[in-house]
């Protein structure tokens, strides 16, 4: 072998490398035990995107158990779970500009606490920084009719008028209203 050809052959070994190693990433992601979720809609001229982690019951006691009472969750499984709006909108009488999100919750009993946090690329909540909330709100948590396996989120525009934005899992049902910023 010639010493001109080495800077290839090295090159050549190192995109092989690249290319096998993101390919597995890749596989890794599809084959995740709590898949990725996306759940879209557009409000008026505003689109609205919520991107989590779908975890199962799989016959596990899920509140105050797997996901504790009065702690800051990542809202779903691995990745923070994201909240993107492009436009400005109101929750809460409290406007939230256009941008992407972590979105974490505090589940309780009687109400949860719903965190907007401007770190939107973080695994989990292990990084959580209070101090990058952008927003905060709370709602009440309620019952559903049947049990909900798989974490959801569902996003019901009414028009360009408003969004309700309903979280499920298990046994609970929590929702919360979105409008268009004035």
């Not at 890794?28 to 779908?54: C, F, L, N």
């Not at 406007?95 to 009993?109: Q, S």
């Not at 019901?156 to 209203?177: C, R």
Request: cysteine-free; glycine content about 8%; overall charge positive.
């Amino acid at each position: 072998m010639t010493i001109r050809k080495f800077p290839f052959l090295v090159l050549t070994l190192f995109a092989l490398l690249l290319t096998v190693n993101l390919q597995a990433q890749k596989k890794s992601k599809e084959m995740r035990k709590s898949p990725t979720v996306s759940s879209e809609a557009q409000m008026g001229d505003t689109d609205i995107t919520i991107k989590y982690g779908s975890p199962a019951v799989k016959g596990r006691k899920i509140w105050g158990g797997l996901v504790p009472f009065g702690k800051v969750w990542r809202t779903g499984a691995n990745e923070a779970t994201t909240f993107e709006v492009t436009k400005a909108v109101m929750i809460d009488g409290q406007e939230l500009p256009a941008g992407k999100y972590a979105l974490f919750t505090i589940p309780g009993k009687q109400e949860w606490t719903f965190i907007l946090n401007a770190d939107h690329d973080q695994w989990g909540a292990y990084n959580y920084d209070e101090d990058k909330d952008v927003l905060r709100f709370t709602a009440k948590p309620g019952k559903t009719a049947n049990l909900v396996e798989r974490m959801a989120f569902n996003i019901a525009t009414k028009g360009g008028a408003a969004a309700a934005i309903t979280f499920t899992w298990e046994n609970v049902a929590v929702s919360f209203k979105v409008t268009p910023a004035e």
